[in-house]
């Protein structure tokens, strides 16, 4: 894209790529929340990178618009760096969501632009959380880009936002990410309390 029209060509993808998300997988993960409330069960949010941002956010959102209790392991980050220098990057998420007590009534919602690759060695930690979860038979909702990766294949339930714009990969998907889990927030199924404006 020249830089005379990328303003509104980016746009025009954004909108491209809304209209060609799956709402059944959307609608999916609006039942497992939804359920997960209903068990009193947890939701833990991954991400790295922006995804991690979001995480934070998202974690603020789902407590106090749904009620629903809600953590981003990435949030505290003296646990975070304690834990990435003594045991490795690879093995924090599972370590910190072994000290949660995961169980079985609870959720891992994965936020990833890539859903993780062991061959390459991209979000191995991840992937490891996503196989512990499995391991406890715990719900796991994606929102990812790309082709989803490891944890695309895998999770329970998966949004998929389509690599429409290969160019443009990593800024749509995690701002299309933004909208999909404030759609979730805002949901009839799930929002308990009003926002302010």
């Not at 020249?2 to 060509?9: E, H, I, L, V, Y």
């Not at 936020?111 to 796991?140: C, K, P, Q």
């Amino acid at each position: 894209m020249s830089a005379d029209n990328f303003s509104s060509n980016y746009l025009l993808q954004t909108a491209n790529i809304l209209n060609s998300l799956d709402i059944r997988s959307i609608d999916c993960a609006v039942d497992i929340l939804a359920s997960l409330r209903t068990s009193s069960g947890r939701l833990f949010i991954c991400g790295v990178g922006g995804s991690a941002g979001h995480a934070s956010h998202a974690v603020n959102d789902f407590r106090k618009i749904c009620e629903i209790e809600s953590y981003a392991p990435t949030d505290n980050v003296s646990e975070l760096t304690a834990r990435t220098n003594d045991e490795g990057w690879d093995s924090f998420f599972v370590n910190w969501l072994r000290v949660s007590r995961l169980c079985g009534r609870d959720c891992l919602m994965f936020f990833s632009v890539g859903g993780g690759n062991l061959e390459a060695n991209v979000s191995v930690g991840l992937i490891n959380a996503m196989s512990y979860a499995a391991e406890l038979d715990v719900r796991t909702i994606a929102i990812v880009g790309r082709d989803g990766g490891h944890i695309g294949k895998v999770a329970t339930c998966v949004v998929n936002v389509p690599p429409i714009f290969p160019s443009a990969v990593t800024p749509h998907t995690e701002g299309i990410t933004a909208v999909i889990w404030h759609l979730l927030v805002s949901h009839p199924r799930l929002q308990i309390n009003s926002t302010k404006w």
